[in-house]
């Protein structure tokens, strides 16, 4: 009996505990993974799915991606033996620049799916993310449209229904004015949307928004506008080429967005103006990180975050730095050269006199006396100091007989005519030919280069910004759109303050402003910036300036300050202390221009480079994808 | 112990090894890019063109360039084969379907083959004769205008080039010189001059050729590299 109730009780009990439905015991919740639901909770939680998608944006210079991406296009020349393929190729591939990451597109468009339906977040909350990732997806758009022109616009994530057949997935290529239209509605759209906060930089703003759509109404105008120049660079379906007729629609987009920024309704943006020299000004421009009025939307970094980026270690003086390598990034004498005198012409560095006579000078800064402040701050001219500590950029001594005394490594020695010790005759930093790290061009890159301690060695790195869109750029942004619809009043009176800050302060009168001055003025402005490439390309320009033919040193200086003047190879210029006791020029400077031997290629931008290739598997897959004009 | 992996190793080798289920390609499909039988020479690694084969699954071209000499060559398998030039390629006309994409032409492969490739040029350079004396270098021609009707292109230039290899074009050369279209008085008669700069290494020959760049047309049309000894 006992034994009987025991084991209906058993029965009962496993009966009651033991037993569940299949669904049921198989449907165990994952504990490392997030459901939707679960993810788009909380605010803390979406921020940190949406720092992923900040993360991922593309730019085309990028602190941490390389100093490579900064060194191209004859602006410098790259002193590092790994890369002289840079000034060594004639050409660039199609394939150069190309992106075509729908990967990133798909979980953009996820996120605001998701976003959009989460239950639990509250509607500022919710508001704010759908803006940002909407910003995020128009400012890829925008780099898409930059790099491929029109490019299918998806904008919800797809889904195979796995039927075999994928042709409802495979979309064509918009018109390339499509993308941009998209762009710049949908920064109307959120502009409101998004916070308006002048000191909120890594996250979108109103600002960043408004600078996002006044950059692309003049790119998408400059198209339409100088689009005729090339009339091959198009594809019957608009794919590639915007009609001449959308130039002004565009143009006064740009300006009206630009002038929202300038009129302060999206925050209290102004040009970086905190210190006296002008020139150490434009520098801690890129440096500065606290209430820096003039950065609008940046990829930051933060020391000990793990992101972090090692620019300042591959191009800081290799003097004397906190790691034996540094001084990759050696700016031309093409782009030194470009920099203004005060009286608002343009010459070429004095070399020599009228009648063909070198130039004596009491220092090495002198021959660069008298130049636009972002001269200095762009660029580490020999002479001048980074770090309270000057740099040893000189090249060797000349003889009185015009000889050279020079040696092939970093501050070799060698004795002089006439004295029985050997002394240094080269400086630490070079110029010596194919010496990599050294100042081949005769001069460093100061743009973004932090002098912070450690910020040179590998160990620590730097945490400055990159800046993608900044106050001066809308500024001249603005200039460009007001002097495309005829008002050059206005773009005189914008590029003067650009200008003014540079140490230019003369002003440009309206009639002053010509095609040429905006192109030159992005030119030193935004020099390292990104932007030269796709200035070049919008202007339909890249395959004048960038020819494929050799340059000369008459060549190089002549007719700067011309937006068609050939820029094929970077030209160095290498000083020379005179040693001649009996002269009474002894121990002055004296400069040569020469071509860095290692530079034996020319640019060639070919028609078909204007837009990248799209790849063949991307093609296959996608029948309905044209292919670019002239590849 | 030794010998079994020997043992193991002969097994393997015996066993195991078989060809790769296919032959290569051996097939040569070569020719040149004429008009009416006159080649067409153009600048190295500049002209593009592209093969096609259907009938296994996804399509993707098959590219290559033209030689200086305007002459291609693909080692291929017996098959049928469309044959293009993408738009914007070259210094001539290829011909195009109505809605502007590229016109192939086919391609029956069986057994080696020499297939022209007949293209319309906008302008010819004729009877180019270059000759050296004194440490300059000389080149004479005519220029042959071919299309003449609406889609007819200006001379932007013609340029006589000289280099120290064989490479000679806008992008490989020790010297040019040129002469914009307007300024061309006789096309039946042009002449141009370049002095041979100091070579170093030193060398007694360069290589020569002439080039017309075509008004809105990125490739040059050019004619054959000469050597000459100095």
């Given amino acids: 009996m006992k034994k009987t109730s025991l084991i209906i009780l058993a029965a009962v009990v496993m009966y009651t505990t033991g037993c569940k439905k299949d669904s049921e015991f198989l449907d165990v ?331 004596f000078y009491n220092t090495q800064t002198d021959i660069f006396a008298g130049r636009d402040a972002r001269l200095y701050g762009t660029v580490i001219l020999p002479g001048t100091a980074f770090k309270g500590r000057n740099v040893d950029i000189w090249a060797g001594y000349q003889l009185g007989d015009g000889s050279i005394i020079t040696g092939d490594d970093r501050g070799a020695q060698k004795t002089l005519p006439g004295q029985t010790n050997p002394t240094q005759v080269v400086g630490f930093d070079g110029p010596v030919n194919s010496k990599e790290f050294t100042a081949q061009s005769g001069f460093y890159l100061r743009k973004y280069l932090d002098p912070t301690p450690g910020a040179g060695s590998r160990g620590t790195n730097s945490e400055v910004p990159f800046i993608r869109y900044r106050f001066a750029e809308v500024l001249l942004n603005a200039a460009e759109a007001a002097f495309e619809l005829g008002q050059k009043g206005d773009a005189a009176t914008w590029m003067n303050l650009v200008r003014a800050r540079a140490g230019l302060t003369t002003p440009l009168a309206a009639s002053d402003i010509t095609f040429d001055r905006i192109v030159h003025e992005r030119r030193v402005e935004l020099a390292f910036e990104g932007h030269i490439l796709y200035d070049m390309k919008r202007w339909r320009l890249a395959h004048v300036v960038w020819d494929g033919n050799k340059m000369t040193v008459t060549d190089l200086v002549s007719n700067i300050g011309s937006a068609t003047k050939r820029n094929t190879q970077p030209y160095a210029l290498w000083g020379y202390k005179l040693y001649d006791p009996s002269s009474p020029n002894n121990g002055k400077w004296v400069y040569k221009i020469v071509l860095p031997s290692l530079v034996t290629g020319s640019n060639r931008f070919r028609l078909g480079n204007y837009y990248s290739f799209i790849n063949d598997d991307i093609r296959a897959n996608n029948p309905k994808i044209v292919r670019q004009p002239n590849q | 112990m030794k010998r079994s992996i020997l043992y193991i190793t002969i097994i393997i080798l015996a066993v195991s090894c078989r060809k790769d289920n296919y032959d290569e390609p051996s097939v040569r499909l070569s020719g040149r890019l004429v008009y009416n039988g006159d080649p067409i020479e153009v600048e190295y690694n500049q002209v593009r063109y592209e093969l096609y084969q259907y009938g296994f699954g996804k399509t993707g071209p098959m590219a290559s360039v033209f030689a200086p000499d305007g002459s291609y060559n693909m080692v291929l398998f017996n098959g049928e084969y469309k044959f293009i030039i993408p738009n914007g390629q070259g210094p001539f006309k290829w011909k195009q379907t109505p809605a502007g994409a590229p016109d192939s032409t086919t391609i029956v492969v069986n057994g080696n083959q020499e297939f022209n490739i007949e293209v319309t040029p906008y302008y010819m350079i004729r009877n180019a004769q270059l000759t050296g004396s004194g440490g300059s270098v000389t080149g004479k021609f005519s220029i042959e205008k071919v299309i003449n009707d609406a889609s007819a292109k200006d001379i932007e230039n013609v340029t006589l080039y000289i280099n120290k290899t064989q490479f000679v074009s806008g992008a490989d050369n020790i010297a040019t010189k040129s002469m914009d279209g307007i300024d061309i008085t006789d096309p039946d008669n042009v002449n141009l001059t370049v002095t041979v700069p100091t070579l170093n290494p030193a060398q007694n020959y360069v290589f020569a050729r002439i080039g017309i760049k075509i008004a809105g047309v990125e490739d040059r049309i050019f004619s054959s590299v000469t050597k000459i000894s100095l």
Avoid: C
């Fill in chain 1, 29 to 359: 919740q994952p504990t490392a993974v997030l459901t939707n639901e679960q993810a788009f909770s909380d605010p803390a939680q979406v921020l940190s799915i949406l720092a992923d998608l900040y993360n991922r944006q593309l730019d085309f210079s990028a602190l941490d991606n390389g100093w490579e991406s900064f060194a191209d296009f004859s602006e410098s020349f790259p002193s590092a033996n790994g890369n002289v393929n840079i000034v060594q190729r004639n050409e660039w591939n199609f394939d150069s620049w190309q992106s075509w990451d729908y990967g990133y597109v798909r979980d953009l468009n996820l996120f605001i799916e998701r976003a959009a339906v989460a239950k639990t977040l509250s509607d500022a909350d919710r508001k704010r993310f759908l803006a940002e990732a909407r910003f995020l997806r128009a400012n890829f758009y925008f780099e898409l449209a930059k790099r491929m022109g029109g490019v299918p616009l998806i904008l919800e994530p797809l889904l195979y229904n796995f039927s075999g057949d994928p042709t409802y997935l495979q979309h064509p290529r918009a018109k390339e004015s499509e993308i941009y239209d998209f762009v710049i509605s949908e920064a109307e759209a959120i502009k409101n949307d998004l916070p308006v906060n002048a000191n909120e930089k890594s996250r979108a703003t109103k600002g960043a928004a408004l600078a996002m759509e006044a950059r692309a109404g003049v790119y998408a105008g400059s198209i339409a506008k100088y689009g005729v120049n090339t009339p091959q660079v198009s594809l019957p379906g608009q794919e590639v080429g915007i009609p001449a007729s959308m130039a002004d629609g565009y143009y006064t987009k740009a300006l009206n967005a630009a002038k929202e920024i300038i009129n302060g309704t999206a925050g209290a943006y102004s040009l970086y103006n905190k210190k006296p020299d002008l020139g150490e000004n434009f520098a801690s421009l890129f440096l500065d990180k606290s209430g820096n009025p003039e950065s609008i939307w940046v990829e930051d970094f933060k020391l000990k975050s793990g992101k972090v980026h090692n620019f300042t270690v591959s191009n800081q003086p290799r003097y004397g730095a906190e790691e034996e390598e540094g001084g990759r990034i050696n700016p031309s004498l093409n782009l030194v050269q470009s920099f203004e005198k005060l009286d608002n012409t343009f010459a070429p560095i004095p070399v020599t006199d009228g009648s063909g006579n070198p130039i």
